[in-house]
């Protein structure tokens, strides 16, 4: 009797599992490169409906707890996502916004009225003290979006100015006045926004043009280099890009493309499967508008120094009945949370070319973290899928290749899973996993490459139904929980994702080193080659003939130089002092490339202004062969190699790591 239970027990679990599709992910830790830039998880924040006023800005008058007038509560649940990154103004109102209403005694400041957003007044008493006082308390770095449709050149100009300078001017003498005596130091500033729209309606010559001039007048003050970042294209215009990057890509750093996923008119949680269905796919096709944009980018820029820069991105429906249709306010449910896992796996997985991603937007507009009602407030499903993927942010990207079956809807078929992984800095691997197929749980077969594990646990947002979301009487319908359902295999990881759900992984093991080299005798210094002749790239230098080789304590210009036109390759070996990931930089001007054990780890050739790239290496304690190349054109000449790793904060790689 007991035998028959056990085979009819059996037989069952088999067939229930054989009703489970599979999908199969290759998790490869080999070649780990590229980090991921943590501005991926990026807010945007506008002056529209009750984003600032309400949302984030107070007073200190106020009875809801705050600090210089701006909500405690909010703050602390910022902090809590490490939110990195803060757009401000606009948005539509950056261009209509002239910053120095919203400087001075708030009493003073004149008001206006906010045409694109509900035709309110807006009395400026949020200015450019208030958002860098918010960005202080966040801990986070601020990005201005400038006026280049209503603003003249002059006006974006002093503003820059007014924010980064320490030298005596008017401006700065009216930062002073105005109660902050040191410059601020913001590095990201936007040239207008959506300047094929409500941002001016140009066409994409124009605007490349006007790029030009008011990116030219955007000064860098002391050691601050502004991050200029040009509008980009609307979804699949594809024309904007390259007639951007054909016409301005000499004076920008980052391009910003905008993607919504509209929905046909209803509310946020008013929708059957057909509508989840269409919002997946609205969401997934950022895949495509990256790939496609980025393909025209690398034309003309291969070594992907101008950053893709996805600064407004989310859901947007129909306003909750009751609210100003022009406040944009939304509620949030499972499939918004299922939307950002995705988006934040194709960011990651894009992460060599998207350095910024700005959700729409931080706080009671759009596809929102937080909501708030007077002194209440609620964190949205979508916060909670910012919380979980925080551990991708600047970790080390791991490619996941994936073979899965599909979400069908009648006619229609989408991808039912995506993923993306990354190594921490403490060697954690972090695999996130999204199904979107609302009926069906998926069974995951993982397989992981040059990464040994040890145990695996996680975080699960998953729900019953479709549309569950938090409300300010129930606030944690939706929220993270454990998972348990992951267990290690002798391929690597087995997991089973309930239907409509994100779980992000944390494997810990160990991953592959590179091994160091044993050697007999090692010197200090390093040897270099000096070279002259006339080169737009890092030249072959194996074909060329040096003028003379010698050995240097570390890299830097020979100080015999001709001044131009010379290249120097520099030989040795590098002392790691730990097991590791070690990221290495260089900044140069021109060209440079740095290997390590003979990979490339970091690219910065051309002819350029001095600039900053960098690469990691998982190494091993001891030595390890490294290589770096330069090549001086014309103009200014700068070299600076770095390295930052275990116990190593960021410092130019001292002597006494440094042999032959
Ligand atoms: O995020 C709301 C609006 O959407 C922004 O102001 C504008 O840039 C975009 O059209």
């Known amino acids: 009797m007991k035998n028959t239970i056990t085979v009819i027990l059996t037989v069952f679990t088999l067939s229930a599992q054989a009703q489970i599709p599979t999908t199969s992910i290759v998790v490869d830790a080999s070649n780990l490169r590229t980090k991921i830039n943590k501005n991926i998880y990026g807010q945007f924040s506008e002056h529209l409906g009750n984003c600032i006023y309400g949302g984030i800005w107070v007073g200190e008058k106020s009875k809801i707890p705050n600090t210089n007038g701006i909500r405690n509560d909010v703050i602390e649940a910022l902090r809590k996502i490490k939110t990195p990154v803060l757009r401000w103004p606009g948005g539509c109102f950056a261009d209509e916004y002239h910053w120095k209403d919203g400087i001075g005694p708030r009493e003073k400041r004149p008001a206006m009225i906010n045409t694109n957003w509900g035709g309110v007044t807006e009395d400026n008493s949020f200015g450019t003290h208030e958002f860098l006082e918010v960005c ?24 820059v100015e007014y924010v980064n300078s320490d030298n005596v001017s008017p401006m700065t003498e009216l930062r002073k006045k105005n109660g902050q005596e040191k410059s601020w130091g913001v590095k990201y500033w936007g040239i207008g926004n959506e300047s094929w729209g409500c941002g001016g309606n140009m066409r994409p010559e124009f605007y490349a043009d006007q790029t030009r001039r008011y990116g030219t007048y955007m000064r860098d003050y002391g050691k601050n280099k502004v991050f200029r970042i040009a509008c980009g294209p609307s979804d699949d215009d594809y024309n904007w890009t390259e007639v951007l990057m054909k016409d301005g890509s000499g004076f920008i750093n980052g391009l910003a493309l905008h993607h ?44 992907k120094r101008i950053a893709l820069i996805v600064d407004e991105w989310g859901t947007w429906y129909a306003v909750e009945p009751g609210t100003n249709p022009g406040f944009l306010y939304q509620q949030n449910t499972m499939r918004d949370a299922i939307t950002a896992a995705c988006n934040l796996n194709i960011f990651n997985n894009h992460c060599d070319r998207v350095r910024m991603a700005n959700i729409a937007q931080i706080i009671n507009v759009l596809q929102a973290m937080i ?51 990354s190594i921490d800095d403490q060697g954690n691997l972090h695999i996130s996993l999204c199904n979107i197929d609302p009926r069906s749980q998926h069974h995951i077969s993982c397989s992981l490459k040059k990464f040994t594990v040890k145990s695996v646990s996680g975080r699960i947002l998953t729900a019953k139904e479709m549309n569950a979301h938090n409300t300010f009487g129930n606030p944690s319908i939706v929220a993270p929980t454990k998972f348990s359902d992951a267990t290690l295999s002798a391929k690597g990881i087995e997991v089973t994702l309930p239907p409509m759900s994100v779980v992000v992984l944390e494997v810990k093991g160990s991953c592959e080193l590179t091994p160091s080299l044993e050697l007999k005798d090692p010197k200090p210094g390093i040897k ?15 074909s060329l003939v040096a003028q003379r080789t010698d050995v240097i304590d570390r890299f830097v210009l ?25 990221t290495f930089y260089t900044n140069s001007d021109d060209g440079t490339n740095l ?7 970091v690219e910065n050739d051309g002819l350029h202004a001095p600039q900053e790239q960098s690469g990691t290496s998982v190494l091993k304690a001891g030595f390890h062969e490294i290589q770096v190349k330069f090549f001086q054109g014309g103009g200014g000449k700068v070299l600076d190699v770095s390295i930052e790793g275990p116990e190593l904060s960021k410092q130019i790689i001292p002597a006494q790591l440094l042999y032959h």
């Open 528 to 542: 270099y080659s000096y070279y002259e002749g006339n080169w737009s790239a890092v030249p072959l230098f194996d």
């Open 595 to 601: 290997t390590i054990d003979n990979n490339v780890i």
């Open 260 to 303: 919504y996923s509209f929905n046909d008119g209803k509310t946020a949680t008013d929708f059957d499967e057909k509508g989840w269905f269409d919002i997946m796919k609205k969401s997934l096709r950022m895949e495509e508008l990256i790939s496609r944009h980025s393909a025209i980018m690398d034309k003309y820029d291969p070594q």
């Open 136 to 159: 202080r308390q966040i801990g986070c770095e601020p990005y201005f979006s400038g006026n280049v449709g209503s603003g003249t050149v002059q006006e974006l100009s002093q503003w």
């Open 558 to 582: 020979p100080e015999k130089n001709s001044g131009e036109n010379f290249a120097v390759q520099y030989n040795g070996y590098i002392k790691i002092p730990k097991d590791g990931l070690y």
């Open 371 to 421: 909501l708030t009602k007077d002194d209440k407030m609620v964190l949205t499903p979508t916060y909670h899928v910012f919380d979980m993927f925080k551990v991708h942010q600047n970790a080390l990207y791991v490619k996941t290749t994936l073979e899965a079956p599909d979400y069908i809807l009648g006619e229609q078929k989408l991808p039912a899973v995506n993923s993306s992984a």
